[in-house]
C-alpha cells in the first residue's frame, strides 16, 4: 500500500536521531594516498561552500569589539589547514594580524597544514593532539580565540560536553565553531558533494557526517552545559550552522 506518510516518517528518521559512525577518515589503516586524497576533496568543498567565512566573520566581530588588531586562534581538527589559512586571510584584508594554531590528531594532515599555512606567510603552531580523548595539548588561556571547522560531528555523545569544556579551558576569549546542520535537506545537499568528489572516503563521510552532526539547538544545550554562559547559534549556508560561545565558567 502507498502510503506518504509513512514514507515521510521514514525519510525524517534518516535526520531526526542523532547516528554516530566513525569517519573512514579515522580508520589509521588507511593509506596516505587515501588520506591526502580525501584532504584534497575537502578543502576543494570547503571552498565552494566558502567554509571560513562565518568564522572569520564572528571572528573580525570580536576584534572590533576588543580593539583587536592581533589576534591566536586555535584550530581544532584542522585537516589540511585550509579553513585556517581562509580565516587567517580574511582577517589581514580586513587589517587584523593572526597567528594560528594548528591542532590535529593526523601528523600526515597536520604536516599538510603546517606547510600551506607557512607557505601563505601566515605564522603559526603544529600541535599533534587527540582533542577528543587526550584534550588539547595546550596550557590554559593560551589563545585569545579557539575555532573548529566540521569537527563536532566527530565526537561520539560523550565527547561533545568534555571537548567543548576544553576548547573553554584553552581560550582566553571565546570559540566559534560551524558545523553540518542535520537535516533532509543537509543530507541530500552532502550525498551530492560526495559523489562529485573523487575520493571513495568522502563519498561515504559526506552523507554520515550529516548523520551524526548535530542541529543548533542540540549545539546550543551541550555548550551551556559545558560552561559557556553566552551561547549565540545561527544557521548560515550552505545547511550549516555557526555557534559562538563566550563567557566561560572556569571551576577552581
Known sequence: VHDPASRRAKGDWAVRARRFHPALMEDPA?????????LRSLAQINVVSRASAPLAREIRVRC?????????????????GDVACGVARRLASWGITCTLHLCDRSSLALARAEA????????????QSDAFAEGIGMADQSVDIVMCSLFVHHARDAEIVPF????????????VASDLDRSRLGLIAATIAGWASASRIVRFDAPQ????????????RASEEAGWRDVHVRRCMPFRWVCVSRDWERRA
Open 116 to 127: 600551506r599555512v607557512r607557505a601563505q606567510g601566515i605564522d603559526c603552531r603544529a600541535i
Open 64 to 80: 572590533a569589539e576588543k580593539g583587536l588588531s592581533r589576534v591566536a586562534v586555535l584550530d581544532v581538527g584542522t585537516g589540511s
Open 164 to 175: 567543548l569544556r576544553e576548547c573553554g579551558r584553552v581560550t582566553r576569549d571565546m570559540l
Open 30 to 38: 588507511l593509506s596516505a594516498r587515501e588520506h591526502a586524497a580525501a
Open 209 to 220: 557526517s550529516v548523520r551524526a552532526a548535530l542541529t543548533p539547538l542540540e549545539m546550543a
